[in-house]
């Protein structure tokens, strides 16, 4: 079946500019996460939602991201005001629940380049 | 506080020859370990996991990877490695939050080049 899927694949913007970076996960997966992963590192939590609610944002850096999933499937990831330091791979995982013992399942990531 | 180190940052090793990449975490309570593979322009993908029991488990592609709870170790091993392996190797503790949903560290990863 299909797995996880992000786009774009790639994004390059300007310092200051909005982005929005989307995620489908695998159907009828109730868990989405997102994670950040910087240029030599391991990938690092933003926020985690379960259906349609972010119950878990404490990875979010700071109040320029933001992240939604309205019908509790696809989710977007939206930041606000790029920065350089904003740079990275963000990848998108979901699991058929938020418990028990399925691991996550990863998306290819969205590589955002901020000039 | 929880944290997953991965000393190694790069391993090279000839095709054929045994492999082990190591991994430490530090975590109060029993945790629950990972392993996942990330080859270049592909998404990550899970070697193994390890919850309870057998501390030996038992993965994909011929990998396998032992739990030592007194050397708080979770090291991944493969007797043999192909070409096909080069990839990066991430290995990842999941401390289960409050509401019982997965909150996972990663290491930063150890890059794992092959030579015929």
């Known amino acids: 079946g299909a797995g996880v899927s992000q786009t774009p694949s790639n994004k390059v913007t300007e310092k200051g500019k909005y982005v929005e970076l989307r995620c489908d996960p695998i159907?009828?997966?109730?868990?989405l996460y997102w994670y950040r992963q910087s240029l030599g590192q391991g990938p690092e939590f933003l926020i985690y939602?379960?259906?349609?609610?972010?119950?878990?944002d404490s990875g979010l850096p700071n109040d320029r991201f933001f992240a939604v999933r309205p019908e509790g499937s696809v989710s977007t990831l939206k930041i606000q005001r790029t920065e350089r330091g904003d740079s990275a791979v963000y990848l998108c995982?979901?699991?058929?629940?938020?418990?028990?013992?399925?691991?996550?399942?990863f998306g290819p990531g969205t590589r955002l380049t901020v000039l | 506080a929880q944290s997953v180190t991965q000393p190694d940052i790069h391993i090279t090793v000839s095709e054929g020859a045994s492999l082990e990449l190591r991994c430490n975490y530090s975590?109060?309570?029993?945790?629950?370990l990972f392993w996942y593979v990330q080859s270049p322009g592909q998404g990550l993908q899970l070697l193994l996991k390890?919850?309870?029991?057998?501390?030996l488990v038992q993965g994909i592609k011929g990998f396998e990877a032992e739990f030592k709870r007194s050397q708080s170790s979770f090291n991944l091993r493969k007797p043999s490695v192909h070409w096909s392996d080069a990839a990066e190797y991430f290995c990842?503790?999941?401390?289960?939050?409050?509401?019982?949903?997965?909150?996972?560290?990663f290491g930063t990863g150890t890059k794992l080049q092959v030579i015929p």
């Open positions: 995982a979901s699991s058929p629940e938020a418990g028990g013992r399925d691991e996550q399942f």
């Open positions: 939602f379960q259906g349609t609610g972010a119950a878990d």
């Open positions: 990842a503790v999941d401390r289960r939050a409050v509401g019982g949903y997965q909150k996972v560290t």
């Open positions: 975590y109060g309570a029993t945790p629950y």
């Open positions: 390890y919850f309870s029991g057998d501390t």
């Open positions: 159907s009828g997966h109730t868990a």
